[in-house]
């Protein structure tokens, strides 16, 4: 029998059936093998169909899945060869992918999306494909390269699609959603500070302390988020909860040490108090107040009982000041002269680009050597000598769509106050991450690209709510 999701039901005799024949394969295996390793095979390889083979379950999939890649942190073998857990979650997030455009576009020949925004990022991804094909036989450019770093960007393609099609707004799913990305960006923020307590420990120099910015965009995301949050609760305990975890939230962004993330989350906090009501609006300054306040009475105590933290924000805040000296900061310059090595190699192929895992050859100034790179701390001059100005014009106007769309519905009446503040919270959010791609690698990491396309799919489910309300309301009117 076949249900109206298209799965074949079994009856009990058959998945008692089923039941005993897999019990019994397992037991075989395990008997053969001598070893756990195919029980765990299979029983991860019947987790990866349930996830693939359900849309909202996909989505939950990319959440878990890229909580574990953080937290499991970034590792290779001899050669630069992924490890075998790394092949292994690449392998399930590219097979969701490629299911459901496949089932979605050839299999059930529906139209993947009526939005703009889809429209060209699908139009990037058709014209990344074909760029990196007649690329691939450039110098410095590995298949295994092109192939991860066009996976990294396949999240912003399918989750969008995904949110929209399987995800209501002020649905049950959406609450199960939101609630696991605050759980994931609390277990994340957490990861963290350990690991920021465990280098600041084991440093003998005060620069061996390094960063923490294990998935530094989900904690990106909590902020607006948070903020947005406290500009329309009014329950207590609720308020002091978010209060707290918005001064976490800051800890973590704190600690990451990353110059161009405080002022691009910054305007993206400003962003979202201004796409609020004058009345949500002054409840989120109040209360943003009072974090502050109460951040500032934990955390200046601290500094002072503490050496090392002082020592550290004395030495992060000269290095924060010396943004002033744009001609003479050091890691400036290294940035200026990475930008001017890739900038050139653009204007070998401004139009096709180079393709996907290319590298273009630079001149590192701190470390006086010269080395060949295939990201850049410039996210759109990284997709401009990737694809050439036609894929970057592709993926910046998708961007500006999803931006412009967001701004539309925020203030939306026919949007729940639940579904404006998630609206909120992402338009924030993707502020900053395209203000923060100007300085910085983002869009050759799969994480960032996670967040983004959660994001986009939020504004997507809400603007298919609002058409759906508006042609409901257009048939009535044709029937009076």
């Not at 601290?302 to 744009?326: D, E, H, M």
């Not at 290319?358 to 410039?378: A, C, E, P, Y």
């Not at 309300?469 to 009535?476: T, W």
Request: aromatic residues 12%; charged residues 15%.
């Amino acid at each position: 029998m076949m249900t109206q999701n298209g799965v074949f039901e079994l009856s009990r005799r058959q998945q008692i059936l089923v039941g005993i024949g897999t019990l019994a394969t397992l037991l075989g295996t395990m008997f053969v093998a001598k070893s756990l390793l195919p029980l765990a095979a299979l029983l991860g390889a019947g987790i990866a169909v349930a996830f693939i083979r359900n849309g909202v379950a996909s989505i939950f999939g990319f959440i878990i899945l890229n909580l574990a890649l953080t937290i499991h942190g970034k590792e290779s073998l001899s050669g630069n060869i992924p490890t075998a857990f790394d092949l292994v979650v690449g392998a399930i997030l590219a097979s969701i992918t490629a299911y459901w455009l496949v089932k979605i576009r050839l299999i059930e020949r529906q139209q993947i999306s009526e939005s703009i925004g889809i429209l060209f990022i699908s139009l990037f991804a058709i014209w990344s494909i074909a760029v990196t094909i007649i690329g691939l036989h450039n110098d410095h450019n590995s298949f295994g390269d092109a192939l991860r770093e066009m996976l990294n960007l396949s999240p912003f393609l399918i989750l969008p699609i995904l949110y929209e099609r399987f995800v209501k707004p002020d649905s049950r799913q959406e609450y199960w959603l939101t609630a696991l990305i605050i759980a994931s960006g609390f277990i994340t923020i957490t990861w963290n500070i350990l690991i920021f307590r465990n280098n600041v420990a084991e440093a003998f120099y005060l620069y061996q302390t390094e960063r923490a910015t294990a998935d530094l965009t989900l904690t990106c995301l909590m902020i607006p988020l948070l903020v947005s949050l406290l500009m329309v609760i009014r329950k207590k305990t609720t308020v002091v909860g978010a209060i707290l975890f918005l001064i976490y939230a800051l800890a973590g962004l704190v600690i990451s040490l990353t110059r161009a993330m405080y002022i691009a989350v910054f305007v993206g906090v400003i962003i979202v108090l201004l796409l609020g009501t004058p009345e949500e609006r002054r409840s989120g300054i109040k209360r943003g107040l009072v974090t502050f306040c109460v951040g500032s009475g934990l955390l200046v105590p601290t500094i002072f009982a503490v050496r090392i933290l002082r020592l550290l924000v004395f030495n992060f805040g000269l290095r924060f000041l010396s943004i002033q000296k744009a001609s003479t900061d050091p890691s400036l310059l290294n940035r200026y002269a990475e930008w001017r090595d890739e900038w050139n190699g653009i204007l070998k192929s401004p139009i096709l680009g180079h393709g996907f895992g290319t590298q273009f050859r630079t001149f590192n100034i701190i470390d006086k050597v010269h080395l060949w790179m295939g990201f850049s701390h410039n996210s759109y001059l990284y997709l401009i000598f990737k694809t050439g100005f036609i894929g970057g014009l592709l993926f910046i106007i998708a961007n500006g769509w999803f931006l412009y769309k967001s701004f539309q519905l925020a203030r939306s009446p026919q949007l729940s106050i639940f579904s404006r503040t998630l609206v909120r919270a992402v338009s924030g959010f993707l502020v900053a991450i395209l203000i923060g791609a100007y300085v910085g690698p983002a869009f050759d990491r799969k994480s960032v690209l996670i967040w983004m396309g959660i994001s986009a799919g939020v504004i997507l489910a809400c603007d298919r709510k609002i058409r759906n309300f508006k042609l409901s309301n257009r048939e009535r009117l044709t029937i009076l």
